[in-house]
């Protein structure tokens, strides 16, 4: 007689073997982003010590002093215009990640993702320990730091088409929304970390803020060279079901599989089978799918906002709310957790109602108001201050989190691409990229704009917001109509 299990080896045991790799490939994919996320986050916390109110620091008794107002900043930003050359630092890793982005799908759709991953990795800690080594060389050159930022955000382009391409090959679409909403928490995690990461060295060695997190994304790149499975079919495990029965049944003839007549004699041959396509689909075939040229447009205003907090929010709090650099980085990681259950409850929402469009629309109408109050009451005590930013984080996020993940798996393997399994990268990149135009555009007018007073990069936040609205508005009018039972639509959770 068979001694009973131990619990602990029938719960391994319950699981199959695909289910295993599954939820491996969902943790390495999740590291690999949490990395690129932290290693991009120091800027935002540095740039608090680069330039600071110098008559609050206690001076140096041995210290030789030529300007008592700039003594303590780090040379070039302790000019006037320090906002403006932080804006120049910010902009030139935004605008290269946002051209390379529309490169990087079409390279990752045809080179093996492992090779593409490992080496973006790899470079990008290179670019981001150079930052770092910049306060150790004494160098205060803008072109240097600008420069650098540039390389770096060329690199960073390698890992979103990449990781979202390999999850949307493992994964079906049946409860994509919920499953990539708990993944693209590595986003604000990433944040978290990298923010918590900067501070620990932000006010003794500020190069230690970078070098650090260099170190981690390149020791992730070698873990993704040893590690990383593309595809089911490489280690055996069945592939993903990406579209229901009901989907296909709509794009297939009605008669499919049953009698046909075939001059006057009745014929049970079933038609011809359309082979699976394995050709990469080029970038003008990767826009006419539908939905893919809306999408990408709110997504443009909806990261301007992401990205306007993720590089502005700490040295905002250091301003309104004067706090030390330190406190304000670790202040502004309550932003990033609210982004974490943002992405969550977005994901939930529309894998149960099927309205991608409809609850990205309903966030952002929501977070204008909320904008709009954490402005003006935002800073009035602690426990408004960390309300507010919880709201505001997760109603910001949630729709960049739905689009850029479940949205783009959802469009990459789109039915009318009968059965092409390579454009995942290539959509997911022109969405991304194209929310890389915003995410470069909302720091550098935050940079313009806010000498004019921070209420005024508020107005600019809140009317992005309802641009991005206004361009899902064909798409939200037939999922609504898809509701009131003139579309077919189907609710509820399918499975993987």
């Known amino acids: 007689m068979k001694a009973s299990l131990a619990p602990g080896i029938r719960f391994i045991t319950s699981f199959s073997r695909d289910s295993w790799y599954r939820s491996f490939i969902l943790f390495l994919t999740f590291l690999f982003y949490t990395a690129y996320h932290l290693s991009r986050k120091p800027v935002s916390i540095v740039k608090s010590e680069l330039h600071r109110n110098c008559s609050l620091v206690v001076r140096p008794a041995d210290l030789n002093i030529t300007n008592n107002a700039t003594w303590c900043d780090w040379a070039p930003f302790d000019q006037?215009?320090?906002?403006?050359?932080?804006?120049?630092?910010?902009?030139?890793?935004?605008?290269?990640?946002?051209?390379?982005?529309?490169?990087?799908?079409?390279?990752?759709?045809?080179?093996?993702?492992?090779?593409?991953?490992?080496?973006?990795?790899?470079?990008?800690?290179?670019?981001?320990?150079?930052?770092?080594?910049?306060?150790?060389w004494n160098i205060h050159s803008l072109g240097y730091y600008a420069f650098i930022q540039v390389m770096n955000g060329l690199m960073q382009t390698t890992g979103?088409?990449?990781?979202?391409?390999?999850?949307?090959?493992?994964?079906?679409?049946?409860?994509?929304?919920?499953?990539?909403?708990?993944?693209?928490?590595?986003?604000?995690?990433?944040?978290?970390?990298?923010?918590?990461i900067a501070g620990v060295y932000v006010?003794?060695?500020?190069?230690?803020?970078?070098?650090?997190?260099?170190?981690?994304?390149?020791?992730?790149?070698?873990?993704?060279?040893?590690?990383?499975?593309?595809?089911p079919e490489d280690v055996n495990c069945s592939p993903p079901q990406h579209h229901s029965d009901k989907e296909s049944s709509e794009t297939e003839p009605l008669l499919q599989n049953s009698s046909h007549v075939v001059n006057?004699?009745?014929?049970?041959?079933?038609?011809?089978?359309?082979?699976?396509?394995?050709?990469?689909?080029?970038?003008?075939?990767?826009?006419?799918?539908?939905?893919?040229?809306?999408?990408?447009?709110?997504?443009?205003?909806?990261?301007?906002?992401?990205?306007?907090?993720?590089?502005?929010?700490?040295?905002?709090?250091?301003?309104?709310?004067?706090?030390?650099?330190?406190?304000?980085?670790?202040?502004?990681?309550?932003?990033?957790?609210?982004?974490?259950?943002?992405?969550i409850t977005a994901g939930l929402v529309s894998d149960y109602t099927g309205g991608r469009a409809t609850t990205c629309c309903v966030m952002l109408l929501l977070a204008a108001p909320m904008l709009f109050l954490y402005n003006y009451i935002g800073q009035r005590s602690l426990g408004t201050t960390i309300g507010m930013l919880l709201v505001c984080g997760g109603l910001v996020n949630g729709p960049y989190a739905l689009i850029t993940t479940a949205v783009s798996a959802d469009l990459g393997t789109h039915e009318s691409l009968r059965g092409n399994s390579r454009a995942l990268s290539t959509v997911t990149a022109i969405i991304d990229g194209t929310g890389s135009i915003g995410a470069a555009l909302g720091p550098l007018l935050a940079g313009l704009i806010s000498p004019t007073g921070w209420n005024n990069v508020f107005y600019m936040l809140i009317s992005a917001d309802v641009l991005a609205c206004l361009f899902l508005s064909r798409l939200v009018y037939k999922e609504a109509q898809g509701w009131c039972g003139r579309a077919p639509r189907v609710r509820g959770f399918k499975e993987i």
């Not at 079906?172 to 604000?188: A, D, E, L, P």
């Not at 873990?223 to 499975?229: A, I, P, S």
């Not at 011809?272 to 205003?301: Q, R």
């Open 264 to 343: 006057g004699a009745i014929t049970t041959e079933p038609p011809e089978v359309i082979e699976e396509h394995s050709e990469a689909i080029s970038f003008c075939g990767a826009l006419s799918i539908p939905g893919v040229v809306e999408f990408s447009l709110c997504l443009l205003f909806a990261k301007l906002v992401s990205y306007t907090f993720l590089y502005w929010l700490p040295l905002y709090i250091s301003n309104v709310a004067h706090f030390e650099a330190k406190e304000a980085g670790d202040m502004s990681t309550l932003f990033d957790v609210g982004g974490i259950v943002g992405g």
């Open 80 to 136: 006037d215009n320090y906002q403006t050359l932080f804006g120049v630092l910010d902009n030139s890793f935004l605008v290269a990640y946002a051209v390379g982005m529309f490169f990087s799908g079409i390279f990752g759709e045809r080179l093996p993702l492992r090779y593409y991953l490992s080496f973006g990795m790899l470079m990008s800690g290179l670019f981001t320990s150079l930052l770092g080594l910049g306060f150790y």
């Open 203 to 231: 006010s003794s060695e500020w190069g230690m803020s970078f070098i650090v997190p260099g170190l981690i994304i390149a020791s992730t790149g070698i873990l993704c060279f040893f590690f990383l499975v593309e595809k």
């Open 160 to 196: 979103w088409p990449a990781v979202v391409a390999c999850v949307g090959n493992w994964f079906g679409k049946g409860k994509r929304g919920f499953i990539m909403g708990v993944w693209n928490s590595h986003t604000s995690v990433g944040n978290i970390l990298g923010s918590l």
